[in-house]
């Protein structure tokens, strides 16, 4: 049994796995470093996902501490999507806050599992775009709860919508959004989306990235377009009421963008603490990914094949994480030709609700003999085996800290969020990675980019050109340089928790503050 906790902190986790992954580990550490009692709220389809993500952290001289981990389902309604659905998820979250106040059971809906009461929560920490649920607590709270932002992001895409302009942000735009929703009365997510979202030919000169047209944030057309002006308002009245921020992040990969985000917390009297990397590294963490995957042995003796027959660094890893997916889905057949065509193993993963994979194209994977599709892939046990080589990622966050942790080089494929900000610094500031700007789509793709001066076509046969060039490149000599830029920030990323590490530093400096 762990000596008795003194302090019980809340998590709020969303339906995002780039987002919810990450603070699993950021749980487990903290209570390695000081027994806590933490109530981990997440969605009904992550209940299981995270309680094996929270099983990998531990090793036989730290499982007593997983107990101390109770999560919680919360079922909110399945028949609504975006907005509405994110909305209703907070609201269900509201009403387990409230037993947890009241000092009641909180029962989860899919095990149906009761939560025993601890003592009450003095600590909520929440994923950056939950203000409804941050207001909410702020309400049924009986004292003052400090409540911390979880920004599972990079920090220079945080910077420019949310900053003041003197800090290399564009300031509030809230009141201007407050005006036109009182003088239009037209729904807040569709003014957000105009006043927050469509871009301009404005040059943004952001921390850690290369100077940007404000448009280059909007590589690709989205499937869910309307959704992200209601997310981004959400984390602008977030970032602007919360008690402190938790980056998940790493120091070593954006130390210049870190730091100004702290400079901005500082001006009122807020602090900044930055915990990344957040990869499991206990004797677990290995086989408890691949219970996450149903394909995880046939993707095992598919990499072992791969590295006897075409040697190490030689397989290509694609994936665009469990959300996002490109506009055009002939870009991705074109560019899956040329891979072939140069003879590349490669191990797919297309676990967006969008990833539909044509039978044609599978039929022609299987003669070709040397691919693989994986609907949810262990993804940092492909990136850690010898064989892989490079990684094709749409560079959420959470994929290019793995990347990184791993060595493995990228070609960046980017869509929307904070994944065109990390794309431009990995390839153009870091010089670990290649970007591809050929599948770029209207309505904002096709314009000039700044820092190279170059204006995408988006044709096929243009997909398909780049393509055979960046691979070539990175199974080159060039290849080879940019694998050893990688291999020296890999090495600065993973002492981050040295013992005198900035993570493991600000995981204690965090710790501290906390209830006795």
């Given at each position: 049994?762990?000596?008795?906790?003194?302090?019980?902190?809340?998590?709020?986790?969303?339906?995002?796995?780039?987002?919810?992954?990450?603070?699993?580990?950021?749980?487990?550490?903290?209570?390695?470093?000081?027994?806590?009692y933490?109530?981990?709220?997440?969605?009904?389809?992550?209940?299981?996902?995270?309680e094996?993500?929270?099983?990998?952290?531990?090793?036989?001289?730290?499982?007593?501490?997983?107990?101390?981990?109770?999560?919680?389902?919360?079922?909110?309604?399945?028949?609504?999507?975006?907005?509405?659905?994110?909305?209703a998820?907070?609201?269900?979250?509201?009403?387990?806050?409230?037993?947890?106040?009241?000092?009641?059971?909180?029962?989860?809906?899919?095990?149906?599992?009761?939560?025993?009461?601890?003592?009450?929560?003095?600590?909520?920490?929440?994923?950056?775009?939950?203000?409804?649920?941050?207001?909410?607590?702020?309400?049924?709270?009986?004292?003052?709860?400090?409540?911390?932002?979880?920004?599972?992001?990079?920090?220079?895409?945080?910077?420019?919508p949310?900053?003041?302009?003197?800090l290399?942000?564009?300031?509030?735009l809230?009141?201007?959004?407050?005006?036109?929703?009182a003088?239009?009365?037209?729904?807040?997510?569709e003014?957000?989306?105009?006043l927050?979202?469509l871009p301009?030919?404005?040059?943004?000169?952001t921390?850690?990235?290369?100077?940007?047209?404000?448009?280059?944030f909007?590589?690709?057309?989205?499937?869910?377009?309307?959704f992200?002006?209601?997310?981004?308002?959400m984390?602008?009245?977030?970032?602007?009421?919360?008690?402190?921020?938790?980056?998940?992040t790493?120091?070593?990969?954006?130390?210049?963008?870190?730091?100004?985000?702290?400079e901005?917390?500082?001006?009122?009297s807020?602090?900044?603490?930055t915990?990344?990397?957040?990869?499991?590294?206990?004797?677990?963490?290995?086989?408890?990914?691949?219970?996450q995957?149903?394909?995880?042995?046939?993707?095992?003796?598919?990499?072992?094949?791969?590295?006897?027959t075409?040697g190490?660094d030689?397989?290509?890893?694609?994936?665009?994480?469990?959300?996002?997916?490109?506009?055009?889905?002939?870009?991705?057949?074109?560019?899956?030709?040329?891979?072939?065509?140069?003879?590349?193993?490669f191990?797919?993963?297309?676990?967006?609700?969008?990833?539909?994979?044509?039978s044609?194209?599978?039929?022609?994977?299987?003669?070709?003999?040397?691919?693989?599709?994986?609907?949810?892939?262990?993804?940092?046990?492909?990136?850690?085996?010898?064989?892989?080589?490079?990684?094709?990622?749409?560079?959420?966050?959470?994929?290019?800290m793995?990347?990184?942790?791993?060595?493995?080089?990228?070609?960046?494929?980017?869509?929307?969020?904070?994944?065109?900000?990390?794309?431009?610094?990995?390839?153009?500031?870091?010089?670990?990675?290649?970007?591809?700007?050929?599948v770029?789509?209207?309505?904002?793709?096709?314009k000039p980019?700044?820092?190279?001066?170059?204006?995408?076509?988006?044709?096929?046969?243009?997909?398909?050109e780049?393509?055979?060039?960046?691979?070539?490149?990175?199974?080159?000599?060039?290849?080879?340089?940019?694998?050893?830029n990688?291999?020296?920030?890999?090495?600065a990323?993973?002492?981050?928790?040295s013992?005198?590490g900035?993570?493991?530093?600000?995981l204690?400096?965090?710790?501290?503050?906390?209830?006795?």
């Open positions: 049994m762990p000596s008795e906790p003194t302090a019980h902190i809340v998590f709020l986790a969303v339906e995002a796995w780039g987002h919810t992954r990450a603070l699993c580990t950021f749980a487990c550490r903290l209570i390695e470093e000081r027994p806590l933490i109530t981990f709220f997440a969605g009904p389809s992550f209940v299981k996902r995270v094996d993500e929270l099983s990998r952290n531990f090793g036989p001289e730290t499982e007593h501490l997983r107990e101390l981990i109770r999560v919680v389902g919360l079922n909110s309604p399945d028949d609504i999507v975006g907005v509405k659905q994110l909305r998820y907070m609201d269900v979250f509201s009403d387990a806050y409230q037993l947890i106040v009241d000092e009641q059971p909180v029962t989860c809906s899919i095990t149906g599992k009761e939560i025993k009461p601890v003592m009450p929560a003095e600590v909520v920490i929440m994923d950056f775009i939950c203000a409804p649920a941050l207001e909410a607590v702020r309400n049924i709270s009986q004292k003052h709860v400090k409540i911390y932002a979880w920004a599972p992001t990079q920090a220079s895409f945080i910077i420019y949310n900053a003041p302009k003197h290399g942000g564009r300031g509030d809230r009141p201007e959004i407050m005006a036109e929703l003088r239009s009365g037209r729904p807040l997510e003014v957000a989306q105009e927050l979202i301009t030919d404005s040059v943004v000169n921390p850690g990235i290369p100077p940007m047209y404000e448009y280059e909007k590589p690709q057309a989205l499937a869910f377009d309307g992200q002006g209601f997310v981004m308002v984390m602008q009245s977030f970032l602007d009421q919360c008690d402190g921020l938790i980056l998940a790493a120091e070593p990969y954006e130390a210049e963008a870190i730091a100004h985000i702290t901005w917390y500082r001006e009122t807020r602090e900044v603490y915990v990344g990397h957040l990869l499991p590294s206990s004797k677990n963490a290995a086989t408890g990914e691949k219970k995957s149903e394909k995880a042995e046939e993707i095992s003796q598919f990499l072992q094949t791969s590295l006897e075409d190490p030689s397989l290509l890893y694609i994936s665009f994480g469990s959300l996002y997916w490109p506009a055009k889905t002939e870009d991705i057949w074109a560019f899956l030709d040329i891979v072939m065509e140069k003879n590349l193993p191990i797919f993963s297309h676990g967006s609700p969008f990833g539909v994979i044509p044609e194209v599978v039929e022609k994977v299987n003669t070709y003999g040397k691919g693989l599709f994986s609907k949810w892939s262990p993804q940092q046990t492909i990136l850690s085996h010898p064989a892989t080589g490079w990684f094709v990622t749409h560079c959420g966050q959470n994929s290019v793995e990347a990184i942790v791993h060595g493995v080089p990228m070609v960046c494929w980017p869509c929307d969020g904070d994944q065109p900000t990390n794309a431009a610094r990995l390839s153009f500031v870091l010089d670990v990675a290649y970007e591809l700007f050929e770029r789509t209207e309505p904002y793709g096709l980019i700044l820092r190279n001066g170059k204006t995408p076509i988006g044709t096929v046969e243009a997909i398909r780049e393509a055979c060039s960046v691979l070539g490149n990175a199974f080159g000599e060039d290849g080879v340089r940019k694998r050893a990688i291999k020296k920030l890999q090495e990323v993973l002492n981050t928790w013992e005198n900035p993570a493991r530093r600000d204690r400096r965090f710790v501290a503050t906390l209830p006795k």
